[in-house]
Structures are given as structure tokens and as C-alpha cells.
């Protein structure tokens, strides 16, 4: 397969398995998606899903928000980890919001990456799925798939993402993301993989990466 006809075959698998796929987490607006990726960060989106409702009881907006102390935020969200740098965040970029945007989260890139404990990443989350403009999330399933497939080195996580704006149409983009996370959680996840049941990988997965695969099966 030349690396045009692999992409096409990832697109095609994909749209078949998700052709619809949902955000994973559980928001009303571009603020409690904003809270939610960022409370994403190093935990799960089941664990975050818990949580998010017990904070947005309190503050859904960030003019509640800043009504709560940073410890206030910090024992709601806890069980996320990281709540001290998270708690703090959440708190100052809510009063940022309020100062420079009048409550309302930018749909600006640059803007959201100035925001306290808001990632590149975190960012084109809410660019993409809050705003529907062209981003590619990279997070750590995309990141290890698209080094399993042979289309990028898995160098870092910024190469990957230009390598994937690189070969998948920008009108996809949005979609396709989700759908590489959603494939990698059930078919090529990072313990327990089943390269038998992983069609893609199998398909067209880097020499190395199936060979030291079948090498650990025989150990």
C-alpha cells in the first residue's frame, strides 16, 4: 500500500466503526467543555465525567466560579489528580474570561493558550469540538496510533499532530480525531493490545512495531 492509500484505508475503517462519534465529555457550552478538558489532563474522561457534574452544581459559568475559593475548587475535584495546579487554573482563567471576555470563552487559539493551565491540546479540543474550527487534538492514543500505522515517527506529540494535518483532509479533521481516540481505547490500546482483533495496525502497522508484538506473545 503506498502511505495515500493507507490513509485512505484508516479514513474508511473509521468512518465505518464511528461514523457518528460523541464528544466523551460531558459539557453544556464552550466553559464547562473548557473546565472538562483541562480537568482531562492525566486522568480519564469516565473519572472526569464523575466529577464535573458535582463542580457544575456550583459554578457552571465562570462569574460562579470565581465565587468558589481555589480550595473550594480543589476538594471537588480531587479525584481527578493534579487538583492543585487544576484548582488554580480553573480559577484564574475564569477570572480572565470575566475581565477580557465578558464571561465568554474566545474562539481563538492564540487567546485560549494564554489561558493559566490551558495546553495546546486543551485548546484545539475547544476550538474543535466547541467552535468547529480544524484542529487535531493530539492526545495519547492518537499519538501512539499513528506511530503503530507508519504515518508518523512518534517523535513528540507536535510532530505528530503535523504529520496528521499533513495527510488527512482538514475537513476531517474535527471527526477524525475522535475517532482515532474511540478505536484506540477498544482495538489498539496500550496494555492488553490484541493485534488480532486491531484491523488497522494489522493492516498497515509499522514491521518493528508488529514484530516485537508477536516477539512478547512468544515470551
Same mark, same amino acid.
Given at each position: 500500500?503506498?502511505?495515500?492509500?493507507?490513509?485512505?484505508?484508516?479514513?474508511?475503517?473509521? %468512518?465505518?466503526?464511528? #461514523?457518528?462519534?460523541?464528544?466523551? *465529555?460531558?459539557?453544556?457550552?464552550?466553559?464547562t467543555l473548557l473546565i472538562a478538558v483541562l480537568l482531562s489532563a492525566q486522568s480519564t474522561d469516565a473519572r472526569v465525567n464523575i466529577i464535573t457534574p458535582k463542580?457544575?452544581? %456550583?459554578?457552571?459559568? #465562570?462569574?460562579?466560579?470565581?465565587? *468558589?475559593?481555589v480550595d473550594e475548587i480543589r476538594e471537588i475535584i480531587k479525584?481527578?489528580?493534579?487538583?492543585?495546579?487544576k484548582s488554580k487554573g480553573i480559577y484564574g482563567l475564569s477570572k480572565i474570561l470575566i475581565e477580557k471576555y465578558d464571561g465568554k470563552v474566545p474562539a481563538d487559539m492564540q487567546a485560549l493558550e494564554l489561558l493559566p493551565a490551558?495546553?495546546?491540546k486543551t485548546a484545539s479540543v475547544v476550538m474543535s469540538q466547541a467552535f468547529n474550527v480544524p484542529a487535531f487534538p493530539v492526545d495519547t492514543h492518537i499519538h501512539r496510533l499513528l506511530y503503530r500505522w507508519n504515518l508518523s515517527n512518534g517523535k513528540n506529540v507536535a510532530q505528530t499532530e503535523k504529520d496528521a494535518k499533513r495527510l488527512f483532509p482538514i475537513d476531517l479533521w474535527n471527526t477524525l480525531h475522535l475517532q482515532i481516540i474511540?478505536?484506540?481505547?477498544?482495538?489498539?490500546?496500550?496494555?492488553?493490545?490484541?493485534?488480532?482483533k486491531d484491523s488497522i495496525t494489522k493492516t498497515i502497522g509499522r514491521k518493528s512495531v508488529i514484530d516485537a508484538y508477536y516477539k512478547n506473545l512468544k515470551k
Open positions: 500500500m503506498t502511505k495515500k492509500e493507507k490513509v485512505q484505508f484508516v479514513i474508511n475503517t473509521l %468512518k465505518k466503526l464511528y #461514523p457518528n462519534p460523541p464528544i466523551p *465529555l460531558n459539557h453544556k457550552d464552550p466553559y463542580l457544575f452544581k %456550583k459554578a457552571d459559568n #465562570p462569574f460562579d466560579m470565581v465565587k *468558589l475559593s479525584p481527578v489528580g493534579l487538583s492543585p495546579m490551558v495546553g495546546h474511540y478505536y484506540g481505547r477498544e482495538y489498539s490500546p496500550a496494555r492488553g493490545w490484541d493485534l488480532e
